[in-house]
């Protein structure tokens, strides 16, 4: 019998549950259950009255040191009363748990449980919400660093083109529209806009919302330094992505930026900065798609590039006629 190499493996819920109950000092009454496997892996533990996110990062996918500075990140914006989902440490007071999984050391982490629910379609008074909401997690980490990737050219377009190569021949057009960003991006343009920390991934799949409007921030994997107008310009994309009515989409839009300058003032050079670091973070995703390939081969193909481009050439043409500005206010 030949014995082969595991590259990926899915843990099971039972003995991560006793696990996390010794760990923690958790209640034998808790149940730990698989919700969702994809670039790391996320489960829930519960029992009647309480509940928890434990995440399993993926082999080789963030280094011990690279997620204890997301985890000293999220107690500094906790201790600073925004509202986001904070590691819970153990019984010793340790934060990353180190899992001996069939491919190698895996580390997982208990977070708290972000109540609410994920609203893909959101009302003006909650995009003004979130958009306050990121501008205080903005203001706190402005002109701050972390030991982490910073996204710039090199991470946002070109490391992420060299991944793509991997699968897709360069002679396609997608491909070659994809360089063309590359050869129009400067990293100069970002010069005059606010630096600091960013979440690279704040959009509604990563938050959660009450009843009470309350709004909670998760998923803070893909936390970096960088221009602070790259979040904005992501969460104003996937917006247009999911509003097809263009109007409210605008109207939409038009409420997280106001709910964004009230707190962290743009600058018009900023918001002309917006189309550009949009199509610069899906070109990065596009990246990490391919880097990613044991998880994302289910969907990574030339007809789904076709696609994923062709939203992104849709940014562009609407935005070349409507110019982002901000409603009712003085910049």
């Keep these: 019998m030949t014995t082969v190499p595991v590259i990926a493996s899915t843990l099971s819920a039972t003995a991560l549950g006793e696990f996390t109950i010794e760990q923690y000092g958790l209640?034998?009454?808790?149940?730990?259950?698989?919700?969702?496997?994809?670039m790391n892996h996320t489960y829930f533990l519960s029992d009647n009255e309480n509940k928890y996110v434990l995440r399993v990062y993926s082999h080789k996918w963030r280094s011990k040191s690279e997620i204890n500075e997301e985890?000293?990140?999220?107690?500094?914006?906790?201790?600073?009363?925004?509202?986001?989902?904070?590691?819970?440490?153990?019984?010793?007071?340790?934060?990353?748990?180190?899992?001996?999984?069939?491919?190698?050391?895996?580390?997982?982490?208990?977070?708290?449980?972000?109540?609410?629910?994920?609203?893909?379609?959101?009302?003006?008074?909650?995009?003004?919400?979130?958009?306050?909401?990121?501008?205080?997690?903005?203001?706190?980490?402005?002109?701050?660093?972390?030991?982490?990737?910073?996204?710039n050219k090199k991470s946002l377009i070109e490391l992420p083109y060299h991944y793509l190569k991997q699968y897709f021949s360069e002679r396609l057009p997608e491909m070659e529209y994809i360089k063309n960003i590359g050869a129009s991006f400067r990293n100069k343009d970002f010069e005059n806009s606010k630096k600091g920390i960013v979440h690279l991934d704040i959009w509604y799949d990563n938050m959660a919302i009450t009843k009470t409007k309350e709004i909670t921030i998760f998923d803070f994997d893909f936390c970096g330094n960088g221009s602070q107008i790259l979040d904005i310009a992501y969460f104003c994309n996937q917006l247009f992505n999911i509003e097809s009515d263009k109007k409210m989409y605008e109207i939409k839009m038009q409420h997280f930026l106001e709910g964004y300058h009230k707190i962290n003032p743009l600058s018009n050079n900023e918001l002309t900065l917006i189309p550009k670091a949009g199509l610069a973070i899906f070109v990065f995703y596009l990246g990490v798609q391919s880097q990613r390939f044991d998880w994302s081969n289910i969907f990574l193909s030339e007809n789904y590039l076709k696609m994923y481009t062709n939203r992104m050439k849709s940014w562009t043409a609407y935005n070349d006629s409507n110019k982002i500005v901000l409603n009712n206010s003085q910049i």
Aim: charged letters at 20%; aromatic letters at 8%; a positive charge.
């Design 71 to 151: 985890l000293t990140l999220l107690n500094v914006l906790n201790e600073n009363h925004l509202s986001v989902s904070i590691p819970i440490p153990n019984k010793n007071g340790t934060l990353i748990q180190e899992i001996k999984a069939p491919e190698g050391m895996r580390y997982a982490v208990l977070f708290s449980f972000a109540k609410g629910d994920k609203i893909r379609f959101m009302n003006e008074e909650t995009c003004y919400a979130i958009g306050s909401l990121m501008a205080n997690i903005h203001k706190t980490t402005l002109n701050t660093t972390i030991d982490r990737i910073t996204y």
């Design 27 to 38: 209640s034998k009454n808790f149940n730990c259950k698989l919700f969702r496997t994809g």
